[in-house]
């Protein structure tokens, strides 16, 4: 069964941190690029961040650019978000999804909030 899980979503201050995890299953994880998107309350979804197949090349939206880091682990068949100083902004479902837009995980809450 082709399948994309997310973990690691929370409540967390502004300024905290949280990994997001998202393992795969029933395809070649190791030849597709992932990225993870976000869709806030209210609002349409928006593309965080994308990894290519190998890992080496990386891209990153403008609002979270230097506070992200997306990483795969193509042995554990994951792909990570870091997510570092986090913003109220920040808050929404977050969503793993394969390079070609067919697979989707169910998605994870992440909410900042004081």
């Known amino acids: 069964q082709v399948q994309l899980v997310e973990s690691g979503g929370g409540s967390v201050q502004p300024g905290g941190s949280l990994r997001l995890s998202c393992a795969a299953s029933?395809?070649?994880?190791?030849?597709?690029?992932m990225q993870w998107y976000r869709r806030p309350p209210g609002m349409g979804r928006e593309l965080v961040a994308t990894?290519?197949?190998?890992?080496?090349?990386?891209q990153y939206a403008d609002s979270v650019r230097g506070r992200f880091t997306i990483a795969r682990d193509n042995t554990q068949r994951t792909v990570y978000l870091e997510m570092r100083n986090l913003k109220p902004e920040d808050t929404a479902v977050y969503y793993c999804?394969?390079?070609?837009?067919?697979?989707w995980g169910q998605g994870t809450q992440v909410t900042v909030s004081s």
């Open positions: 029933g395809f070649s994880f190791n030849l597709y690029s």
């Open positions: 999804v394969r390079w070609d837009g067919n697979v």
């Open positions: 990894i290519s197949s190998s890992g080496e090349i990386t």
